[in-house]
């Protein structure tokens, strides 16, 4: 008897670390899950070459009914973690129980890219180019027709994470078609430092026919959706995660899915557009502002030095602006980027 409590007490730490059994299902199969449960499920997408499904994680929070659908989808490319831990914090502090409509929340969509910390697709395609994907198409194709018809589907709200790309840094930023009611409110709830207001959906039958973001395909559905951009690429960063937790919650609170106050957040910086500044030689670039600084006409931005450390070039900024990405790589070819510069509304 001593020797089992024994047992139990040594091994019990241990146990509640295990993984639980996670079912995998083929759709998700809203309409059979109860009111207040808090469900994990592994969501076939795929199959690898070795006959074996290709799942992605989904947490599913079905409340009381009426309330709408959220959806939250992190790292279609598969380099841009902090949204993941995201979803984390916020549905751990979701009370199922007290819970209104329902919550799709996806840590990690892209279930090829993630495990190889790579942003494209396998085939090298950003699968966040691919919307609508085809039923019948190429790998890429066929993985986003699958997100696109198992997933954004279903969803009322959607909020597309994303970081910078390697070899870039980022500021925490949203990009939101403004002009909606709707859509400017999702991005007013967010912590941001900036706002950028970029409109995201086609407009022309050329456009419409041709392949798009998630983002664009959200709002080609009627599902308002924003895009906010955590910080930097393959790295957890707390900060930045914390205020995009505050941010979803405001939504959730915002769309009465959870009976708590909307958390009142700075103003960020509303920029009209914004745009890349490139290297025009090869070199050893060092860049002189800093991400979310607030920059004049005329003021030095990078120097560019050949590897001996001479001087080639000297960049300077074109108008008043704001620094809303920026490269962290100092090596650059011709047309590499120095930084994202956001043109704050008059
Ligand atoms: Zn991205």
Known sequence: MKIQLLISIILIPFLSFCQEQIEWQNDLELEQLEANTKKKIWLKIIDDGMSHPVTVPVIIVRGKEPGPTLG???????????????????????????????????????????????????????????????????????YVFQINNKILTKLDYLIDMHTASFGRENSLYVRAAMN???????????????????????????????????RAEAMLKGIPCITVEYGNPQVYQPEIIQRGKTGVENVLSWLNMIDQETVAVDLPIMCKKSYWIYVEEGGYLEIMVELKQQLKKGELIAIMRNPFGDILNKYYCPEDGIVIGKSSNPINMNGGRIIHLGIPID
């Not at 892209?110 to 691919?130: A, F, K, T």
């Open 72 to 142: 939250l989808i992190a790292a279609i490319h598969g380099n841009e973690l902090n949204g993941i831990k995201v979803i984390q914090e916020v549905v751990a502090d979701i009370d199922e129980n007290n819970f209104q409509g329902t919550l799709i929340a996806i840590p990690g969509i892209n279930g090829i890219s993630i495990p190889q910390h790579r942003r494209r697709y396998i085939d090298e395609e950003d699968l966040n180019r691919n919307f609508p994907g085809k039923e019948k198409g190429n790998r890429s194709q066929q």
């Open 180 to 214: 909606n009611d709707t859509i400017n409110q999702m991005a007013k709830l967010q912590d941001a430092d900036i706002i950028l207001n970029s409109n995201g959906l086609p407009s022309t039958n050329e456009q419409i026919s041709a392949t798009r973001t998630m």
